[in-house]
């Protein structure tokens, strides 16, 4: 009787699993494992799972792939060539590492015994009915389960175990009732590994040549030259070195745990810094936003304080002007009046009265102009100081810059340089002639060449923001300009003003020097610029002391000049004099 393939429970046998048997439970169709194998990454899956995964690459790389030569997975091995290599990708579904499946697919994939173990452990603990024969194929009363046995690790009706022991083969195999089983209280179940290439014959023997299980059919063919032995005799020498493996490689469990823990320690202090940081900031805000809004309310107040004021003061100012007209209306009233209706007589009688009021009335003085105007503006850039702990900005205004009472001082306003920058400032005042102390009017400057009309372009003005403007420009040509500032389209107090630009200074090219004869050695040769020269003396062309045109003091030979700070005043059209 040969032994049926094992697949760790079973055949028919479907026994339901709790909440709590979740690990014996397949991650890609979360129903019972059936025949579990190991990946490379050690996720274990059901093998038909593993079948309907999508490969994810053919080993070699595009150019290593016959064209059209990779299908789906078809039935129970993948249906894909590939050149050079005897492999396909797919990726792992719990921790999508790509891990490689055997030429002749899933079936040569490790079987999980591990899991096989615990299912057949988790069969006998469930109820006698629910378990079934594992060699009888038909589902009747008969073929429910009594006893186990652990040698072909299959489930046996009571017909199955007589059997069972009347066969030669398997007489003397550990058969145990199912109640046996559980009073045992069996911890581990050995089941016998199948070869996958010969279904009939068991994995004993090891291929050490290729690192595999083979069975004694593979030892004949594909492994014939190879150096196989029993799994009995070498199974000690590579367990040891999977020991020593795991003995390199347990220690890193106690670094991740801590690591893990570390992050999950950090992961809470991340929270709590965030739900601390998040109150500074709510907290914060609300205490900003109390304080714009104590200053919107002082601003909203200030306006209508100055709301307020304005409309008094043009009550008062038409109240006053009601009155003078009332004056005026009575006076020119009665004296049409007596002048349509009047006698003569009549007439000289009011004269004197009449002409007293009326010259009173023409000589009376009154302002038609309204005593305010409209002008009220907001301006969100000037600091307002401190408010519930916080700079604010931005301030009411009722008053306007006056440009008649506006001015601007400095030397750039009458003479400047050619090519050299002048500057000149500009102060903002209202009409009560007190300086402007904000920012952002709109200023204006022109320069312009009046003989040519010509525009300065290299202007360059700066706010302040205090009502006062720095305003420097350099002009390229020497000229009369006009200076030109104004704001808001008006010209200020003075304004255009006229600038004469000198050309560029001239420098000396002579030398600073008491005389010609002195400062030559006695050359005869060389003239001075003062026009002065020693006479009498055999034809010296240059100046002396106390000679004729001799300035009296030290002088530039060049043109003259006694300011020795002063540029050259000879004209370029002049030779230039050298003193040596």
């Known amino acids: 009787m040969s032994k049926p393939q ?37 996720h274990s899956f059901c093998s038909a799972c593993l079948r309907t995964i999508e490969p994810y690459a053919v080993g070699g790389g595009a150019d290593d792939r016959d064209s059209g030569s990779m299908s789906v997975l078809n039935g129970s091995s993948f249906s894909i060539s590939v050149k050079g290599r005897d492999t396909t990708t797919i990726l792992c579904p719990s921790c999508d590492i790509e891990v490689d499946i055997p030429k002749n697919g899933v079936e040569e994939l490790p079987s999980d015994f591990i899991i096989n173990n615990e299912l057949v452990i988790a069969s006998l603990n469930q109820e006698a009915e ?20 652990f040698e072909c690790s299959v489930n046996l009706c009571g017909f199955c175990v007589q059997a069972h022991r009347r066969q030669k083969k398997t007489s003397v195999h550990n058969v145990l009732t199912l109640d046996e089983a559980r009073q045992k209280g069996v911890g581990r179940v050995s089941q016998p590994v199948v070869c996958a290439v010969h279904p009939t014959e068991e994995l004993r023997l090891f291929c050490q040549t290729c690192d595999k299980l083979v069975c004694r059919d593979c030892c004949l063919a594909e492994h014939r030259e190879h150096e196989c032995a029993f799994v009995s005799t070498i199974s000690d020498k590579h367990t040891s070195v999977m020991r020593e493996l795991l003995n390199q490689t347990e220690p890193n469990l106690d670094i991740l745990r801590k690591a893990l823990d570390g992050i999950a320690a950090m992961s809470l202090a991340v929270r709590d810094r965030a739900e601390k940081v998040a109150n500074e900031v709510q907290q914060y805000t609300d205490s900003y936003v109390k304080a714009l809004l104590m200053h919107r309310d002082a601003l909203l107040d200030r306006i ?16 006053q002007l009601e009155a ?41 003085k009154y302002n038609v102009k309204p005593k305010e105007d409209d002008f009220m503006k907001f301006y969100p850039k000037q600091p307002a100081g401190m408010c519930n702990g916080f700079e604010v900005f931005g301030g009411i205004s009722a008053k306007s810059v006056d440009p008649g009472k506006s001015t601007a001082k400095g030397e750039g306003l009458y003479v400047a340089r050619q090519g050299q920058e002048a500057e000149f400032a500009v102060t903002l005042r209202d009409r009560d002639g007190e300086q402007w102390r904000r920012g952002g009017d709109d200023m204006k400057v022109d320069i312009i060449e009046k003989n040519k009309n010509a525009k300065c372009n290299k202007v360059a003005i700066s706010d302040r923001l205090d009502g006062s403007f720095h305003v420097a420009y350099t002009a390229d040509e020497s000229g009369h300009y006009l200076v030109s500032v104004s704001v808001g389209g008006q010209h200020i107090q003075g304004s255009p003003f006229t600038v004469s630009v000198k050309p560029k200074w001239r420098s000396h090219t002579g030398v600073f020097h008491c005389c010609t004869f002195c400062s030559s050695g006695g050359n005869k040769d060389i003239s001075c610029g003062c026009g002065g020269t020693v006479t009498g003396t055999g034809g010296y062309k240059g100046c002396g002391h106390g000679h004729i045109g001799h300035p009296g003091k030290p002088h530039w030979s060049c043109c003259g000049s006694t300011e020795e700070k002063a540029e050259c005043t000879r004209p370029p059209s002049i030779s230039k004099h050298v003193t040596v």
């Open 130 to 149: 629910q378990i079934l024969c594992g060699l009888c194929t038909d589902n009747v009363e008969g073929s429910r389960a009594i006893a186990r046995c």
């Open 6 to 42: 094992m697949n760790g429970f079973a055949n028919g046998f479907a026994p339901p699993l709790n909440a709590a048997s979740s690990r014996l439970r397949c991650g890609i169709c979360q129903q019972k494992f059936s025949d579990p194998r190991v990946l490379p990454c050690l």
């Open 324 to 364: 003078i007209l009332a004056d005026f209306s009575t006076a020119c009233d009665f004296t049409s009046k007596a002048l349509q209706d009047g006698s003569d007589v009549e007439l000289l009688m009011v004269k004197p009265v009449v002409m007293k009021r009326l010259q009173e009335l023409n000589h009376m």
């Open 304 to 319: 209508d304080q100055l709301r307020e004021a304005k409309e008094r003061n043009l009550r008062m100012h038409r109240v």
